[in-house]
């Protein structure tokens, strides 16, 4: 059975679960006249009953999903001859690669050994057997727990208190789980990070101004040494993301005091769902945007005044990634404009200002500090982006100023250094993570930045 139907059964016992378990509490109450007699309402009775019969049979299912692959690999690897089981790890790896290929089909070389098809055989039906073994005890699960429901379900069963107790139960693993995920992340890329610091220097990296990542894997490869300053990059970043902000921070800005302060409800209510679809549009559409239309039209247009224009420039990806994030800046900005008091803007029309002397001196001025930090967020955005500046920036790594020239930025280094086939103890792979961290320090220092300054304007208007 496979594991999409094993989850629809059982989610199709949970709801009927729900059901009984909801009559049942009915049921030993006297009916629905002696309802109040229940210690909850009998919605809650069906949800105890639901959780009995379902949560065991996730558990297992998740607990089968985390070693299930492993046991049978040992299990395929046990089967092999030794001179394949007694392989170094990384050339065991490309065999277990190439069994899992044969297993689904999308590998069957001529010269494959028969071992590999007897091995991929056997992993089909291991994992075959395990998916019938699972898909059974997750239905016995919930009908044991189904039976335990049935029998604890009683009209003095504090049953709202036992569901509240699990749904808090599973808040707690779900932030505790994101909280471990993030330490995982950030202690996965130190690590490799001192790995890559312990071949090039600290100085160097952060303060060298030439990026030129390529290295012999080999000694006696013809090859260059490498150079890592990551200066021309942070100054890539910091152009882009600063032309950006230059076309977001106005515009978003002036659309956010319309809307809050200018437009009709009527207004309100299909511009800022318009504006706000420009945020889920994907990244590689305003790439394509970015590559077939602004950086034809900047070249053109710097053409007529006399200036080169290079095809892939940092002025066309600023514009389209400043374009991207006006919904950033205009959705935040507008939130924070409209929780400034009322009172205040009385206040100052009870004095003879105007609309506009209002929104000057007193909406903006007390707005400023969530107006502030919403531009700080969408300044990480702009640092984080790849696509865009992959498309219309170029991979270049020129340390400039000139936003009409071909830059690159550290994400879009990131994605090209571990892209094809690298050794991954080498300097150039592990710069990567190096970059990476950076980055992390930057964008986590940003946000704590923001938060900081919007909780602060929180504190002063609520």
């Given at each position: ?25 009915i ?37 089968w ?11 395929v ?47 089909t ?36 208190n ?69 200066v ?79 095809s ?69 955005r ?57 980055l992390f ?13 919007v909780r ?7």
């Amino acid at each position: 059975m496979q594991l999409t139907t094993l989850l629809l059964i059982l989610a199709a016992m949970a709801v009927m679960s729900f059901m009984v378990g909801r009559q049942r509490a009915i049921g030993t109450a006297g009916g629905y006249r002696q309802i109040k007699t229940l210690h909850s309402l009998p919605k809650y009775y069906g949800y105890y009953a639901a959780i009995w019969c379902g949560i065991p049979g996730l558990i297992l299912i998740a607990f089968w999903l985390a070693i299930a692959d492993s046991v049978i690999l040992d299990r395929v690897i046990e089967s092999l001859p030794a001179d394949l089981r007694n392989l170094p790890e990384s050339q065991l790896s490309l065999v277990i690669n190439d069994i899992k290929n044969i297993a689904v089909g999308q590998f069957a070389s001529p010269d494959s050994r028969a071992e590999l098809v007897v091995a991929a055989d056997l992993y089909t039906a291991l994992h075959s057997s395990a998916r019938r073994i699972l898909s059974g005890l997750v239905i016995l699960l919930g009908m044991i727990g189904l039976g335990i429901a049935w029998l604890r379900l009683r009209p003095e069963l504090r049953a709202r208190n036992h569901v509240e107790g699990m749904v808090k139960l599973g808040l707690v693993l779900a932030s505790t789980l994101a909280i471990f995920t993030t330490v995982g992340i950030l202690a996965s890329v130190l690590f490799e990070a001192v790995r890559f610091f312990q071949k090039v220097p600290v100085t160097d990296f952060l303060f060298g101004l030439t990026w030129s990542p390529q290295t012999a894997l080999r000694a006696d490869q013809v090859g260059s040494s490498g150079s890592f300053g990551a200066v021309p990059l942070f100054t890539g970043t910091l152009l882009i993301s600063f032309i950006a902000m230059l076309v977001a921070t106005p515009i978003g800005l002036m659309t956010a005091v319309y809307l809050s302060e200018y437009a009709t409800r009527r207004v309100r209510t299909w511009v800022k769902p318009a504006l706000e679809i420009l945020a889920g549009v994907p990244t590689v559409v305003y790439g394509y945007f970015a590559a077939l239309t602004v950086a034809p039209l900047l070249g053109d247009i710097g053409e007529f005044l006399g200036l080169e224009v290079a095809s892939e420039s940092a002025l066309g990806a600023g514009l389209v990634m400043g374009i991207m994030i006006i919904p950033f800046v205009s959705s935040l900005s507008d939130d924070v404009i409209n929780a400034v008091p009322q009172a205040m803007r009385d206040g100052s029309y009870a004095l003879g200002a105007t609309q506009s002397e209002t929104i000057k001196k007193v909406v903006l001025p007390a707005a400023l500090p969530g107006i502030v930090g919403s531009t700080l967020l969408a300044v990480s955005r702009a640092i984080g982006e790849t696509m865009i500046v992959v498309m219309a920036a170029g991979l270049a790594a020129n340390l400039t100023a000139n936003p009409l020239q071909a830059v690159t930025t550290v994400t879009v280094q990131i994605v090209t250094l571990l892209v094809g086939d690298q050794e991954f103890d080498s300097a150039k792979t592990l710069a990567a993570f190096a970059l990476g961290l950076v980055l992390f320090i930057v964008t986590l220092g940003l946000n704590v930045l923001a938060l900081q300054i919007v909780r602060r304007y929180r504190e002063q208007y609520e």
